[in-house]
């Protein structure tokens, strides 16, 4: 079986290093397609995503951010933490609404797909960014979905955007915050007053790329050139379906990565934290990578 993975091939030279944070915006951005809209949550990477790819693939793209500041032209880089809910973020937007004109937006199907980050993920693609534990006295708590589960109720499509963690690719999240194909079972969502045929789409690590099968389970498709399978499935506590052909993603570019560095993230507050580095010789096409 032929997996379709809907990501363009990278445009330019492959990068010599670069760590596994821009491997996973690059592999992002090239996900995105002209002509389509796209709500992002709050900022880092899956902003970085839609911007980079703007910038490189599809130009006809628009985005509306979490808080409902629909198609800016942000002023970049970013302020620390400034990549929404600030006047550089929302520069010359077509409008400024709020959240609830986002939801409004994509209740009437006007919002293609939906970008997250998350702290878990299960094998129906429900996510939990609320509680890691049982919920109550002694859970660890987070922040939250905020926007999150009105993005991810209601885009047609929803990306998601984790690390490759044994902690984060679990059978059942601790808590669903927003909602992915639910108990998994046909029509679990629309039951519960979801719009039909929405839901998730794609889960993208920095090692990883994942669909969903035709019963809504969590499926990997593809891998990072410096990984193997049986790596990648090490890292997940509850192990997803493997596709019967697994692809090799490609690496990022020296392109993509002079926008990533030079005009989105110049301080690496984003991408080069807590991120191993991978070298590429491209003599050999070997890739070795550097715990971060």
Known sequence: MTVNLDIRAGIGTKASSFNEREMQICTVARMV???????????????????LAIKLYARGA???TEDGVIAP???LPFEPVMTMVSSRAGYRALAWGTMNTAGNHAQLGLMDYGLLNTLQVDQH????STAIGPYGAGARRFGGPGGADSIAALCWRTILMTDQEKRKFVERVDFISSPGFLDGTEGARERVGLPPDTGPYRVVTPWAMYDYTDNRKLRLVAIAP???VDQVLAECEYPPVVGDQ??????????ELHILRTELDPRG???????AWVMFDAESGAYTRADG
């Open 73 to 75: 032209e942000p002023m």
């Open 125 to 128: 693609g429900n996510i939990n």
């Open 33 to 51: 397609e002209d002509g389509k809209t796209y709500w992002v949550a709050g900022g880092g990477s899956p902003m970085y995503a839609v911007l």
């Open 226 to 228: 410096w990984v193997t």
């Open 62 to 64: 628009q985005y509306i």
């Open 269 to 275: 507050q984003n991408t080069a934290e807590r991120s």
């Open 246 to 255: 697994v692809a090799t993603l490609d690496s990022p570019t020296e392109e």
